[in-house]
């Protein structure tokens, strides 16, 4: 039997170097679209999705506010403001440049500084650019392993993994939620 529905609104954010597709993977997870067009986030912008989650027999009427945020590693500072009250994160690398892989464990050690305990997903995007894959699955998995982290290689573009990837992070911060709770 699944009761009725409780309602969250939990802070998410996206991380990663510039240009990994932050922002074409929340167009694809919000409204559904694409658009590969490159525009440079300054700052952080938010979006909002409600979806209904099933979590030990209980319904959540999950709204993630999704920040996404500069990918510049320079502000440092700046990211560690933004990361305040995040239940959650997605650190992303391109999967067609390998630095941007190489630049996570970096990404991962800012966001932890901030929230110790919030979940992380890791996401490898741009799995549709086949020909142009610098890394994959292994390496990925290795550095999530790492971390004690889950991961998904995605597309922003075909929509691989990238709803199951927020399900998967939603069902992560409602387990938190209600451990804190007890």
Known sequence: MILLAKKLM???CLLGDG????TCLIRKFVFDKFDDKYIMTFGTKVSKKQIVMTRNNMEYAMTFLIWDILGQRVHNNLHSAYYQGATGAFIICDTTRRETLDNLE??????RNVNHNAPVV?????SDLTN????GDAELGLIAAKYGMKYHITSAKTGAHVEESFIELGNEVID???EAKK
């Open 10 to 12: 939990k802070k998410i």
């Open 106 to 111: 970096e990404w991962i050690e800012v966001f």
């Open 176 to 178: 938190k939620h209600l």
């Open 132 to 135: 142009e894959m610098q890394f």
């Open 19 to 22: 240009a990994v597709g932050k």
């Open 122 to 126: 890791l996401l490898g995007n741009k």
